[in-house]
């Protein structure tokens, strides 16, 4: 098993480990019974799984990784592609060693997806919104202007060109965005967005390749989250074998957060307790 370092919270114990190319990933791990892996979204983390993590920690044994690129793991290399992350996964498993439930969130859901094809020994898969229209050519230019946003401080354009040209928020909550104060220092998660965008603009649009994916699968969505969102759910939903599509009355994007009762909820119906 990974090697074990004290945390300075009681939510779980906190580990680390040596993935193939030498960066070393940081996880933190709860809970007992089936594993489950859990990957967070573009500027997410450690924490990003918490609030659903701790409602599942009674009956799943859960293992939080935070993916290359944000601290505390290492950066990795450069360009990154998602078969960097698939090895991360692969070696994460490799410690825990038993198949896993491979939960993913928003680009983490792309990550899993990638993952199963690859033929890692997941069980299962659960995926709450995967942006797979969010790829492609067209990202390469968001990254060189992302990179120049941050390098020159401005926070508030960069925060605003992700939401614009990745998840394609629309006008009205862009427009809220604005009217919040700006971020005086560089992201934290700036290097993490670079590696995600590098990845995305390498990766193919393509959904009906997902039909390899043939391990059970549960597929989440907001019922008010933006097009193309929905078009490409409804897209997954078909081209996966063995789906099971929930969608969340009144939410966005942002529901793991917002109702992380419920996204538990419907995470312990779906995988099976032992």
Request: aromatic share 8%.
């Amino acid at each position: 098993m990974p090697s074990e370092i004290e945390l300075p919270d009681s939510f779980g114990s906190f580990t680390s480990f040596e993935s193939f190319d030498g960066t070393a990933i940081s996880c933190r791990q709860l809970g007992s019974g089936p594993p489950v892996v859990m990957v967070h979204g573009s500027g997410g983390g450690l924490h990003s799984w918490q609030p659903v993590a701790e409602r599942l920690a009674d009956r799943f044994e859960l293992w939080l990784p935070a993916r290359r690129g944000y601290a505390p793991s290492g950066p990795g290399r450069s360009p990154k592609r998602f078969a960097d992350e698939v090895e991360d996964l692969g070696a994460l498993i490799a410690e825990i060693g038993r198949p896993v439930h491979l939960v993913g969130m928003s680009y983490g859901a792309t990550v899993a997806l990638h993952a199963a094809a690859a033929g890692l020994p997941v069980r299962s898969l659960v995926l709450w919104e995967p942006p797979l229209y969010a790829a492609g050519e067209e990202l390469a230019p968001v990254l060189g202007e992302f990179e120049e946003l941050i390098a020159d401080g401005d926070r508030r354009r960069a925060d605003r060109l992700l939401a614009e040209k990745v998840a394609r928020v629309p006008a009205a909550l862009l427009e809220s965005m604005d009217a919040g104060e700006p971020a005086a220092d560089e992201p934290a998660d700036a290097t993490g967005w670079c590696r995600d965008l590098e990845s995305m603009a390498a990766d193919s649009v393509d959904v009906e390749r997902w039909s390899a994916v043939t391990v059970p699968t549960l597929l989440m969505r907001g019922a008010d989250t933006w097009q193309p969102m929905p078009a490409t759910l409804d897209r997954l939903a078909t081209a996966l074998p063995h789906v099971t599509f929930t969608t969340f009355p009144d939410q966005m994007h942002f529901a793991p957060s917002v109702v992380p009762e419920a996204v538990a909820g419907e995470i312990a119906r779906f995988l099976p307790r032992s």
